[in-house]
């Protein structure tokens, strides 16, 4: 991760700031002394801005952005280039996404998009524009979003996620339930929905990390909403609620539902609302005025004093977003500015009959200015007097180190495709205003990194085993392997990469195809949608796993749930002279793993490790299982002498997927799967609680578990080499 660019003042310092930043801007409309008096020419930037124009706040965001014109205008007086800025304005809410990406990437006029502000409205917008380029100001905080429109090659970003992911906003929810004296929490989020995704993949783990119970994770839709909020507000267990609404309007069901339920003097846990719920429409009119309804919310930065400057200015109250489309048209003006300047000295080109070229010497003007890092000009650079000096040292080819309204703006440094600083705001709605009750951010968290949209945690806790005493065993005398790709779906390619993966190492360590059952639709290869025919891989520029000695002893849909249990505990050809290690990948569900169509629940798997350890099928067994919820299947096999269960997440996570693939649009891997498959690389001599330390340290966004090690052995004396051959 890179280092923070600029150090906190401290309050008194901030506060003396606001002060000076609103005397400064309110004489900020008129040219000052800086100006020469020499007029450059002038640069018509347009930039179309796609909001939600429907849901109360328009005024705010065109305020926003007609201030920055302004202040854009006024930066660039008397420099070599003039910018004035045109807005094309579209309600995002109704719309075509597809049909006015489309439109506006096959235009030359269009420089830019400020929007759109839904995550399942910029994935529509922004699939159509990778192949045009055109820059993309997104205020999209959808992990999934994120990932999904990572470049695979150097030239081919475009979009500019204005917010840190939604696992930070995440961890910050669960942050205020815990302070708030919760010791259980829920979650309810929008079934197929990528915004609430996010919140879905690290509810579990995050409220683990915060050593917080759960209860009730319900994925509704919007039939069954009312109903569900109240459902979930009723449960006896939950003292606090995480509602991730996906719509102000859905939102306003939700705080309606908490109010009838408050008024019928019903016991109600404290609920905290995601971002989508800071908005005028969802309480006007609603009777929930003094409910006080809070939640967390992205906002500028109280230190850079934007607020109360736009306060000032425009005589508005903020309310979300303001600061990120005041910095998306700065960055947009900076953008082709500095191209211009490029072009005059030789340094940069492009063909203007070409629009793609066009946006890719912006994307690149984009990356080299926040990438700046000359410790000059101004610190807050969306000041018109900052901005000034950012636009002159462009006009100079320096590259000076820039803050926005938001925040700072470091973007990823990888791909460019997130910010990674955002302050946000607890609020709470109290007699028709939205009062700031807190800021927060995520610094000083225990992640490690932040790449790709994705936190990478130093996860606390674990588990500890029993030494106990060590179990005697028959004498090792073969291995045999049990690899079962549960999946069939092309979008669910990285399960069978993964059992690939696995197969060829297992091929390289001494196991020969006689010794591993694999169990695999065997589909993708030849698949219509991949677009390397007979490639299949575990990383963007990764071996090609596939080939024709793959041995694929039986295909997914050739093998019902019962057939398959009948396989592993009465034909497989193993005995109880052989150590087998079993691994299945796919998806699962709480108390349910997905085989192909069919759902099988945990008794069913215990029935498959029972089976095997009374039909003398192993020595030992060493099963992985990657899925979500994999700790609620492997739970269910305590007690079963011999096996050793590792599972990807515990009963309450989901597992997670890594790798994506933005030109074949699937992930490759899953981390749970890369991290065994890096750590038997590495070395196989690794104790089994050594093991479990690896997993657990390299399988960021869950919590690997171990099950039934008392069962098994002592595993700081047992190894993993027990299960390959020397």
Known sequence: MRTSRHSHTAAGAALLSIVLLTTLLLSSCSPDSRTDGRFGEVLTVRIAVVLPLSDGHSDNYRTALEWASTNIADATSGLSREIRIEYEWYDESSADMEALAESLGNRSDIHSVIGPYASQHTREFASPLHNRLLPVFTLSSSEAVIRENIPSMTEGKFLWALQ?????????????????????????????????????????????????????????????????????????????????????????????AQAELRASGAEVPEVYYSDIAMSRSVFEGSGAERLGVQGVSVIASPENGFEVAFKVQTGLDMINIESQIYDAAMLTALAVFDTEMRVLDGTESYDPNN??????????????????????????????????????????GRYVDISGASSELDFDSQVYTNILHSTY??????????????????????RTESTLGCWNWSISGGQTFNEGTDIQYPEL????????????????????????DLYRILLDMGYTDNDITLVLENNLA???????????????????????????????SSLTPDRLLEILTRELDSDSGDNVLLYWCGHGSPGCLVYGDNMLDAS????????????????????????????????????????????????????????????LNVYLSDRFSAAF???????????????????????????????NSDNYGNLYTSTLSEFFPE
Request: proline share 3%; net charge negative.
């Open 355 to 396: 629009i793609i070229t066009r946006n890719r010497a912006h994307n690149r003007a984009l990356k080299r200015i926040v990438d700046g890092r000359e410790p000059t000009g101004g610190a807050m650079t969306w000041q018109p007097d900052d901005m000034y000096l950012t636009f002159k040292a462009l006009e100079e």
């Open 164 to 256: 840190e992911a939604d696992i930070s906003q995440c961890e910050l929810l669960l942050t205020l339930a815990q302070r708030g004296g919760a010791d259980t929490v829920s979650l309810i989020v929008k079934r197929d929905d990528p915004y609430g995704q996010t919140f879905l993949d690290w509810f579990g783990f995050q409220s683990s990390e915060l050593g917080l119970a759960n209860d009730l994770i319900i994925e509704y839709d919007a039939a069954s909403l009312e109903e569900d909020m109240k459902r979930i507000l009723g449960s006896q267990d939950t003292r606090a609620l995480i509602a991730v609404p996906s719509s102000a309007e859905e939102a306003r069901t939700m705080v309606l």
């Open 604 to 663: 069913w798997f215990r029935a498959v490790v029972e089976g095997m350890h009374t039909g003398g099928k192993y020595r030992k067994l060493l099963c992985l299982i990657e899925s979500c919820f994999s700790g609620s299947v492997a739970k269910a096999c305590g007690g079963i002498p011999g096996a050793l269960l590792y599972t990807a997440a515990n009963p309450n996570e989901t597992s997670k997927a890594e790798n994506f693939d933005p030109d």
């Open 425 to 446: 705001c607890h609020w709470q709605y109290y007699e028709g205003s939205f009062l700031r009750i807190n800021y927060m951010t995520s610094d000083g968290s225990r």
């Open 677 to 707: 498959r890096q750590a038997v690389s590495d070395r196989t001599d690794w104790t089994m609680a050594d093991l479990y330390y690896q997993l657990y340290n390299h399988t960021p966004g869950s919590h690997v578990t171990v099950y």
């Open 477 to 500: 005398r073969g291995h045999k392997a049990i690899l079962i790709g549960a999946s069939y779906q092309w979008t669910d390619y990285r399960h069978q990469a993964d059992v690939m």
């Open 526 to 556: 030849y698949h219509s949608e991949n677009l390397l025919p007979g490639n299949i891989r575990t990383s963007v520029d990764g071996p090609n796993l596939y080939g024709e000695d793959i041995g694929v002893d039986y295909s997914l």
